[in-house]
């Protein structure tokens, strides 16, 4: 029987996983430059092995999340790397999310900062308010809204690139030899390193709301559609971003938000339009893991008791906000390339489980056929 596909569910899957990856550090193309633009043009080469490995990973994750929809007890981390690995990310997952979590509230400081020269400390604190409320809206109705606020921000991070590229395109030819003259922060020297990484490190911890997302679908088909669509259209305007970085990469290397100062140089309106637009990126993967660390403490301790859960999620946004008003830049270069060690090792499970089960899958249709 062919599985039915519903479009507007898959763009939904697409921008909620999309917006959960997007974070402060793809918003402000801080992430971009170390990961990618780093690297000269073979930073092309970067960018589709992450698109390969995000696409690969959402559709999976998503579609696990669909397949054991009706399980309250469902692991994910379990479920592909076993009973023993798989606890040891249940473990050290949170840990390694708060932390992210602190990048994020650190991202909305400096951004408040640059554009509006609000102070740092109150910038991260109303990021940690909003990421607080959410919280306690719930789970559905937060897929709901960074559903909706993924493609709103690739829309406009396309747009802002693209723009940029018309402008100063022929200046791609000069960016490696500039590159080699400048004193760039990078996550690593080589340019497959840097693309395993960004996948790995995007995909390490949100395994558990990644595959949530995939309950609300109406087949296992639409859901892992989700996941390819939401990692194509992300690396996409991943490219289109580098390209621009690229062609001024002079005037932004040293920048802590280098998409911020393009828009201001297209326009001033626009420039207040997407300073906005990175603070709904940022709470589009600050409140999700926001929700992930807060539940995964309460159910270890509290048995997810309701009035305790919340007492706690008070006392993590009071910490995050604390350890936010550290640099941002640095935040990004020490704790993002780390993470992505664990989700190396988790790609590489997911990948064996993939292979396991086809090969369960193949046996149980030749035992039927004979």
Not at 250 to 274: E, M, Q, R
Request: with cysteine; proline share 2%.
């Amino acid at each position: 029987m062919k599985e039915k596909v519903n479009i507007i569910n898959v763009v939904k899957f697409a921008g909620a996983y999309v917006a959960f990856v997007i974070g402060s550090g793809f918003a402000t193309g801080q992430e971009i430059l170390q990961f990618f633009t780093s690297n000269g043009i073979w930073s092309i080469g970067s960018i589709l092995i992450s698109m390969a490995m995000f696409s690969f990973f959402a559709s999976v994750v998503i579609g696990s999340g669909y397949e054991h929809r009706d399980e309250d007890d469902f692991k994910p981390y379990q479920h592909f790397c076993g009973k023993y690995l798989g606890k040891i990310y249940d473990i050290v997952t949170p840990i390694c999310l708060f932390l992210i979590l602190v990048v994020m509230v650190s991202g909305a400081g400096a951004t408040l900062n640059e554009y509006y020269g609000l102070n740092v400390q109150m910038g991260s604190a109303i990021m940690v308010a909003l990421v607080l409320v959410a919280f306690l809206f719930g789970l559905d109705n937060l897929i709901n809204v960074v559903g909706l606020l993924g493609p709103v921000i690739l829309a406009f991070a396309i747009a802002v690139g693209l723009i940029i590229l018309f402008r100063n395109g022929a200046n791609i030819s000069d960016a490696a030899a500039q590159i080699q003259n400048l004193n760039m922060t990078k996550t690593s020297d080589s340019w497959i390193v840097n693309g395993i990484l960004y996948a790995a490190y995007n995909s390490a911890l949100g395994v558990a709301f990644i595959a949530s997302i995939g309950k609300g679908a109406g087949s296992k088909k639409e859901a892992m559609l989700g996941g390819v669509v939401g990692g194509v259209s992300l690396m996409a305007a991943v490219l289109v971003m580098n390209l621009a970085l690229l062609s001024k990469v002079t005037d932004v290397y040293d920048l802590a938000i280098p998409t911020l100062y393009f828009a201001k140089s297209i326009s001033p309106v626009l420039g207040a339009i997407f300073s906005v637009i990175l603070l709904c990126g940022i709470f589009s993967t600050a409140a999700p893991m926001f929700w992930t660390v807060t539940d995964t403490f309460s159910n270890v301790l509290f048995k997810n008791d309701k009035f305790k859960t919340k007492i706690m999620a008070v006392l993590i946004a009071a910490v995050a906000f604390a350890g936010g008003v550290l640099p941002f830049e640095t935040l990004v270069n020490v704790i993002y390339p780390y993470t992505g060690y664990l989700g190396i090792v988790l790609f590489i499970c997911i990948v064996f489980k993939c292979i396991k089960t086809k090969k369960h899958d193949d046996t149980q249709e030749y035992k039927k056929a004979s």
